[in-house]
Each structure stands twice: as structure tokens, then as C-alpha cells.
């Protein structure tokens, strides 16, 4: 697998992340959104380790002993809970703010995670067993070199999780028009055009040697908030290993 060597990382998206670093813990603050979708995330994501591991679904540390990395990860909102799991955690973001709020958190709450200020193409030769890039991939500069970073990180019998919004008119509709008109999203945060519809995102994995697995969607109960759903017009999540 070849190493990623173009530059991933969007200027103008890093300064937009970085600049809401300094309340990205805050859950009623700019992210709010993100903690309300962490807990659906998480689901899946366990429930894609127990899978591909062979876990027992009740086990509080199913990624003991096993490497991970989150490529995006602003202050460590899934880096953190990955640890909790029991991985050798790291966290990569384009947002140097970011990076640092997110060591700050850590050191805070007593968990060991190593950050790194820069794009999937700054590690190198470095190989983890799960690589996770939750709502990141429209926000890069060059998507099929990112995804080529994404699977060159990923040793070998790994797992890599993804999520990322649809290109539909209701992710239109939900996350731009009402979720930014309404100020429920930072305004800027969302380009629809570099939105990847399940069946692009799946072409390029492949082109990289990625297999994928699953495809779920992730969608939004009055009642309950984001759930996992059968219907991705929103936004959707993937499991992908190399074939």
C-alpha cells in the first residue's frame, strides 16, 4: 500500500475547525452537534470491533492491546472514548487549537493519548489496527489521497470506520439550510458539493484495496436524537478492512 504524500489538509477548513477549539468540550457550545451524534458513533463502533475481533459485546476494554488512530479528531471526542476501550490511542488533526485542547482535556481527565498537529500524510510508515475518521473526509483538500492515507495507516487484519454526510437534498436541507441557517452548525462548516454519496465513497475505498463491509445510516429521532437507521440519505457510517 502505497504511503499518502499529497497535502490532505484544506487551509481554510483547519483555520474554520481551529477557530472553535476553545469550547469544542462544551456540548451546549459549537459542537454541540458532535456530542449529540458521539453516542450513536460510538454504538456503531463497538458493535463493528466486537464484530471484526470476535468481542463478546459486554467487555469494557474490547480494543486492549491493539492500536488506534482517529484522523480528525478535533479536541478528542472519539480519541478519548477509543482509549477508554483500552487502545493505544492517537488523535491527528489539521487544527494545531485543536490539538491542544484536546491534550489539555486528556491530561485532565487522566488518559494517555498521543496528538499530533498535522494530516494523515505526517505518520509516515506508522500502521494501526483500527483507523476511525468520523465527518472529515468533506472537509479535505484531496479526497482520493486522503482515503490513500487512511489504508496505507491501516496494519494489516485492521478495521477502519468511517462516517460522513450524504449528497442528498435532505443532508442539503438538515445540515446546511436549517442546521447553519438556524446556528445549530457554525456557518461554513459544510460544503455539499464535496458531500460523497455511499456509492462514491465505496469506488474510492476500492481503489485503495479496501473491501467494504457495512454501510450504515445515521439518522435523526425527535424521541431519541441521531440513531442508527437503514436509510443513509442523511448521513451514514462505513466499516472497510483490505481485501
Known sequence: MALATKATIDPR?????????????????????????????????????????SGDGIGFSPLAGKTALDVGCGAGLLTEPL????????GVDAAPENIGAAQAHAEAVGLDIEYIAGGVESLGERR????VSMEVVEHVADVPAFLAGLAGALAEGGLMILSTPNRTLLSHLALITVGEGAGMVPKGTHDWRKFLRPDELTELLEAEGMEVADVRGLGFSPARGFV??????????LTARRT
Open 13 to 53: 477548513e483547519a483555520e474554520h475547525f481551529g477557530k472553535l477549539a476553545a469550547d469544542w468540550w462544551d456540548p451546549k457550545g459549537s459542537s454541540a452537534m458532535l456530542h449529540r451524534l458521539n453516542p450513536a458513533r460510538l454504538a456503531y463502533l463497538r458493535e463493528a470491533v466486537d464484530l471484526h475481533w
Open 83 to 90: 482509549a477508554r476501550l483500552g487502545a493505544r490511542a492517537t
Open 128 to 131: 494501526f489496527d483500527l483507523v
Open 228 to 237: 442508527l437507521s437503514d436509510d443513509t440519505s442523511l448521513d451514514y457510517l
